[in-house]
């Protein structure tokens, strides 16, 4: 049985410029016909990734459970090595012959080609087998030839490994039952078969109406400049908007748990861990200068099964506009339940539907009303296990 947890937020933000482009303008796109302010699900991602952090300090996840993306491995593997007793530089070389072996080449400046999503229990077996293979690593695997290109280099270095080490080596990127990658999947360009696919899936969010992007012009004057001496001493502008956005994430729980090495427990502590992190965590793009920092006031979590995905941007094809006195996140709720009725009843599925309504929207017929976010989360957990 497949079993999809979909979550849909409505989160108004005051003036702000959380996502910008290449220019510094906040980041928009044209739905519907009209131009819409956006927010990367790069972006909203990289924001629960970080909240991860602040369950870790509350205990909810262990260090273990989470991982990180970096060029740094090679410093991380010769922390490890160092640990167990071993001379740093001769650690440092050890850990580079051995990523060799695996194709993955480090520059001189001891950063790797590109970035890797590692969880920290691969890290610690990488290390665990260069110090338990220690005799068999030798410079006969190491990634650089002299008149070779780099591709064939590597895999050089891969051929002439010690077939034990490689063997060890092969089994060590699995996911490492990291939360985040389990979630959000990843890709390593030199070992393909490595690659894991994410259980996870985010939209881009964006606003529920139309936008025009707004520019605050500031100055600046140097608090030591003699008193007769007028005119300010710099000036700018910073681009911003505010919209209301809608949000959507599912989770395959099947997939999850098999990223998660049939881990059930610890795909439920990441499941919690993420929704927690979708409502709570917010970018932080320019927040010392518009500090909007305005949670969701419409979240709704449908735990769905035996039914395809199903987005409800379609509830805003056609931009929500307000009149005097009315709400746009209230509104914009009552739209988006409006269309979650008309596709269940269009398409059907099993579906329980939990709604935490701080906008006072009517939504009879779409789900069961809950009055906190812990609530949401325990009946969410809940409707999965059934």
Known sequence: MKTLIEIHALQNFAPS????????????AIFG??????????????????????????????????????????????AALKDKGHDEDEARE???????????????????????????REIAALADIIHE?????SPAAESVAEGKKAGKAKKRAAQNADPELKKALDKVFNGGKAVDVALFGRMLADLPEKNQD???????????????????????????????????????????????F?????????????????????????LRAFLEGFVVAAPTGKQNTFAAHNPPEFVAIAVRRNTAPRSLANAFETAIRVGKGESLTRKSAEAMTEKA???????????????????????????????SLKELLDGTLAAVQE
Not at 50 to 72: G, H, I, N, Q, S
Request: contains cysteine; negative net charge.
């Open 17 to 28: 410029n959380l996502n910008r482009d290449d220019t510094g303008a906040p980041k928009d």
């Open 341 to 371: 009725r008309i596709l269940q009843a269009a398409y059907g599925g099993d579906e329980q539907t939990l709604v935490l309504n701080l906008a006072g929207a009517r939504h009879e017929g779409f789900g069961c009303v809950v009055a």
């Open 133 to 137: 293979k220690w005799e068999l690593i």
């Open 94 to 120: 050890k850990a580079k012959l051995a990523l060799a072996a695996m194709e993955i080449s480090v520059k001189d400046d001891g950063k790797t080609e590109y970035l890797l999503f590692l969880g920290k």
């Open 198 to 244: 994410a259980a996870c899936q985010v939209a881009h969010a964006i606003s529920t109406h139309a936008v025009d992007r707004e520019f605050d012009f500031y100055t600046a004057v140097d608090d030591l400049k003699p008193e007769d001496t007028a005119g300010a001493d710099m000036m700018g502008t910073v681009e911003f908007n505010s919209a209301c």
């Open 33 to 78: 016909g009209t131009r819409r302010a956006r927010v990367s699900s790069q972006c909203f991602k990289r924001a629960v990734r970080r909240y991860f952090t602040d369950l870790m300090e509350r205990a909810a996840l262990e260090e273990t459970d989470v991982a990180f993306r970096t060029k740094r491995v090679l410093e991380e593997i010769t």
């Open 246 to 270: 809608y949000r959507y994430a599912v989770v395959d729980w099947e997939k999850l748990v098999d990223n998660l090495q049939g881990d059930a427990e610890l795909a439920r502590k990441g």
